[in-house]
């Protein structure tokens, strides 16, 4: 990779909605943490790397990984992979990192189809929620 991956992780405090919850929108996700989603940037690399940065859009870009939590606070970020990275190899790679993304046991982040479900991550159907999508709007 030209750029190296760089984690930031805001604290780790238990941010599953509280039960009873009012929130019409989480209320039914009571051990839900939030969202995650991979966004793309765009840059410039010298030419015998443009490949590797080239996105599935044609452009050349980083792949970007962004966790919010219920709030839409940025609660983990992780950037520097090339645009040609699969968002689940960039998930992959953040939750096997020393001080990588961590999930607690019995819960989960919401995801898009590109990622696969698994023990805390739960993909939504292709036609997701608007849960989902506020927390998207947030990441991109």
């Not at 509280?18 to 793309?40: A, M, V």
């Not at 870009?61 to 939590?69: E, I, P």
């Amino acid at each position: 990779m030209l750029a190296t991956p760089q984690a930031v992780e805001e604290g780790s405090e238990d941010r599953s909605v509280e039960e009873g919850s009012e929130d019409r929108l989480w209320r039914y996700f009571q051990d839900c943490l939030g969202t995650l989603d991979g966004t793309y940037i765009q840059m410039q690399v010298p030419a015998v790397d443009k490949p590797r940065y080239r996105s599935r859009k044609g452009d050349i870009a980083t792949n970007v990984l962004g966790v919010c939590d219920r709030n839409e606070r940025f609660v983990y970020v992780l950037s520097g992979w090339e645009g040609s990275a699969a968002d689940g190899r960039v998930l992959k790679d953040a939750i096997s990192r020393e001080n990588g993304l961590k999930v607690p046991k019995g819960s989960y982040y919401l995801c898009d189809s590109g990622y696969t479900n698994g023990e805390g991550f739960l993909a939504l159907y292709h036609g997701y929620s608007t849960i989902f999508e506020s927390g998207k709007q947030v990441i991109e």
